[in-house]
């Protein structure tokens, strides 16, 4: 004999079934350059993204192991215990212990798991190098940023040069792979972030606070960068590149800042209207 599910039990499986169609559709072309593996992450530029990423990948474990057993418990509630004729009143039951210990209890220890787990992983990605090779500058000002590269050896350890842009302009920071660099963050105006998609990570740029972040970059390539706080009417444009490259062509790009005048730390378009104590203008009308 076949078994027929009533109507509201046929209802739910196929809002349930719409549902995850619908969400897995609409997440295609969001990940559709990357690897499936990978559960929508980049592959990661620096020594500090495996430690995001396994992070992320257990996070999906844990979720899909609880929507299981979630879903389980639910369409087997549905099924076992519905009601099998229109007098059939079911059994009402109240203060049951058992279960409600197990709803109180499971979720903290699940809450206390991920805090342990994610505290770790901080911990670890934002542990800092003490003597690194490189230390950069950077200031996210409305609406680009500015990349300051201090006294650095390819320069002989005495000059330090910038790179700065415009919307318009997007600047470009270079790195060395596989040498350790530290950034240093700050903001002459409003809050930013300093977003790398590549790095698994990002942090705030916060006027009146230095925030700073140690890594090595350890793939070569070209990435996007960009800010990640609404910071204004130009926020969508505030980006820039990013180029991991070797040594010898780090060393030739800061000679090439060196010899177009670009020395000393720079605010960008934002050091002169805040020395004279002005309000932050477009990049348009500087």
Same mark, same amino acid.
């Given at each position: %004999?076949? #078994?027929?599910?009533?109507?509201?039990?046929?209802?739910?499986?196929? +809002?349930?079934?719409? &549902?995850?169609?619908?969400?897995?559709?609409?997440?295609?072309? &969001?990940?559709?350059?990357?690897?499936?593996?990978?559960?929508?992450?980049?592959?990661?530029?620096?020594?500090?993204?495996?430690?995001?990423?396994?992070?992320?990948?257990?996070?999906?474990? *844990?979720?899909? #192991?609880?929507?299981?057993?979630?879903?389980?418990?639910?369409?087997? &509630?549905?099924?076992? +215990?519905?009601?099998?004729?229109?007098?059939?009143?079911?059994?009402?039951?109240?203060?049951?212990?058992?279960?409600?210990?197990?709803?109180?209890?499971?979720?903290?220890? %699940?809450?206390?798991? +991920? +805090?342990? =787990?994610?505290?770790?992983? $901080?911990?670890?990605?934002?542990?800092?190098?003490? $003597?690194?090779?490189?230390?950069?500058?950077?200031?996210?000002?409305?609406?680009?940023?500015?990349?300051?590269?201090?006294?650095?050896?390819? #320069?002989?350890?005495?000059?330090?040069?910038?790179?700065?842009?415009?919307?318009?302009?997007?600047?470009?920071?270079?790195?060395?792979?596989?040498?350790?660099?530290?950034?240093?963050?700050?903001?002459?105006?409003?809050?930013?972030?300093?977003?790398?998609?590549?790095?698994?990570?990002? %942090?705030?740029?916060?006027?009146?606070?230095?925030?700073?972040?140690? =890594?090595?970059?350890?793939?070569?390539?070209?990435?996007?960068?960009?800010?990640?706080?609404?910071?204004?009417?130009?926020?969508?444009?505030?980006?820039?590149?990013?180029?991991?490259?070797?040594?010898?062509?780090? *060393? &030739?790009?800061?000679?090439? #800042?060196?010899?177009?005048?670009?020395?000393?730390?720079?605010?960008?378009?934002?050091?002169?209207?805040?020395?004279?104590?002005?309000?932050?203008?477009?990049?348009?009308?500087?």
């Amino acid at each position: %004999m076949s #078994l027929q599910l009533p109507k509201r039990v046929r209802r739910v499986a196929l +809002f349930v079934v719409l &549902a995850a169609s619908a969400l897995a559709l609409s997440s295609c072309s &969001a990940v559709a350059d990357q690897h499936i593996t990978r559960l929508g992450m980049p592959e990661g530029a620096t020594d500090r993204a495996p430690l995001i990423y396994h992070l992320w990948i257990g996070a999906w474990i *844990a979720a899909i #192991l609880v929507g299981v057993l979630v879903w389980g418990l639910i369409f087997y &509630a549905a099924i076992h +215990f519905r009601r099998r004729n229109d007098d059939e009143v079911p059994v009402q039951i109240r203060y049951h212990l058992p279960i409600e210990i197990l709803y109180t209890v499971a979720p903290i220890i %699940m809450v206390v798991v +991920f +805090f342990f =787990f994610t505290v770790k992983t $901080q911990d670890a990605v934002l542990a800092t190098v003490k $003597q690194p090779d490189h230390t950069i500058d950077v200031v996210g000002q409305q609406w680009a940023w500015t990349f300051n590269y201090v006294k650095d050896d390819a #320069l002989g350890g005495q000059t330090t040069v910038y790179s700065t842009g415009t919307p318009a302009q997007p600047t470009t920071l270079v790195l060395p792979v596989n040498e350790t660099v530290r950034v240093n963050l700050s903001s002459p105006d409003v809050i930013h972030s300093f977003w790398v998609p590549a790095f698994l990570f990002k %942090m705030d740029v916060i006027p009146g606070r230095h925030n700073h972040f140690s =890594f090595t970059p350890t793939r070569v390539g070209t990435y996007d960068g960009r800010c990640a706080e609404l910071c204004g009417v130009y926020h969508s444009r505030m980006l820039f590149n990013l180029k991991i490259v070797s040594h010898d062509k780090y *060393a &030739a790009y800061l000679q090439h #800042l060196q010899a177009m005048g670009n020395t000393g730390l720079s605010l960008g378009g934002s050091q002169a209207r805040h020395e004279a104590g002005l309000l932050p203008v477009t990049r348009e009308t500087e």
